[in-house]
């Protein structure tokens, strides 16, 4: 079954996990981990990406993040690409240093966040690498030392991680590690690394044993979060078609007018340019019922111009034909 493709929907909170090929190690030393964290420290502070946790182990990494500018593919891509090269170059090796690509869900806020920052925080205490949480606060390449004051970590957001413990820092910071101690006993908690409702929360209905909820392998929440995902992006489905048509229409406009496409969206008012805008006006509005406010923005000009266009019955010049 083909792979299905990413959720890149800026704003929303991503839990990310990347392995190193065949489980191999992709930190081998204090220095491998430090410079993946400098990676991630200088690209979350350039693109204004939110990091709420992270734990790095010696063959695979956990982050849970926030992308607000750059998309969380271009953000990943620079990252990994970045880390190795600087891996392969450090041990002399040659190939892939990452196992396919990296999975990422997209989270429901309200109902996971804290239950991801015990997750992921907790990972080198079940796998053995670390043996207590007292241990734990000392271990230099998770966010849960950040949280408790231990280490600084400039590009983690740790008062907005506190804050959900409540206002006063030395309470916040024993509530957390009180929540954190509870999360021991709750085991791996599978359902955490994704999947949403497919993963120990759908609900069957007994008779005709159909999931009564929508679930989405790329999705960590609720059957109405699920569905708000999915919507949004069919919108942005729809809009990149639109687009797509847009463009054509607005390349055959131009060649009709022997115009360039630049010159038909500069806004210019020359005679030539105006009557091709009308044109590509008077199609895109018949044909693909486009907006107004997108013709405005595509074509350079102000919305009274396109509404203008619009209000005549036959443009501005003569009507393109297919």
């Not at 954190?180 to 908690?189: E, H, P, R, S």
């Not at 409702?197 to 929440?221: F, T, W």
Request: some cysteine; charged content about 25%.
């Amino acid at each position: 079954m083909p792979r299905l493709p990413r959720i890149d929907i800026p704003g929303l909170i991503y839990h990310v996990i990347f392995r190193g090929i065949e489980r191999k190690e992709i930190f081998r030393g204090a220095a491998d981990y430090k410079e993946l964290l400098s990676r991630l420290s200088s690209l979350a502070k350039i693109e204004d990406m939110k990091v709420y946790g992270f734990a790095l182990m010696p063959n695979h990494v956990h982050l849970l993040v926030r992308p607000l500018k750059m998309s969380l593919p271009t953000f990943m891509r620079r990252l990994l690409t970045g880390y190795a090269i600087y891996f392969n170059r450090k041990h002399k090796r040659a190939g892939h240093l990452f196992q396919n690509r990296y999975k990422s869900f997209v989270v429901e806020e309200d109902t996971y966040f804290l239950e991801l920052i015990r997750y992921i925080h907790l990972n080198p205490v079940r796998a053995g690498i670390i043996s207590d949480l007292d241990r734990l606060v000392l271990y230099p390449y998770s966010g849960y030392s950040a949280l408790m004051g231990r280490t600084k970590c400039s590009f983690m957001k740790v008062d907005e991680v506190l804050l959900n413990f409540g206002s006063n820092l030395k309470g916040a910071r024993q509530s957390l590690k009180e929540f954190m101690k509870d999360g021991i006993a709750l085991g791996w908690q599978t359902h955490l690394l994704g999947g949403g409702l497919k993963r120990g929360l759908a609900k069957i209905d007994p008779e005709s044993k159909i999931n009564l909820q929508v679930y989405d392998e790329r999705v960590l929440g609720s059957g109405l979060f699920v569905e708000a995902i999915l919507k949004d992006i069919n919108k942005g489905e729809s809009r990149m078609q639109e687009d797509s048509l847009l463009k054509e229409l607005f390349d055959k406009v131009a060649i009709s007018y022997n115009l360039s496409l630049p010159e038909l969206c500069s806004g210019s008012r020359r005679k030539v340019v105006s009557k091709a805008r009308a044109a590509a006006v008077f199609n895109a509005t018949k044909k693909l019922g486009t907006s107004p406010r997108v013709l405005s923005q595509a074509l350079g000009v102000a919305p009274s111009t396109i509404y203008d266009i619009v209000r005549l019955e036959k443009g501005e010049g003569k009507l393109f034909q297919d």
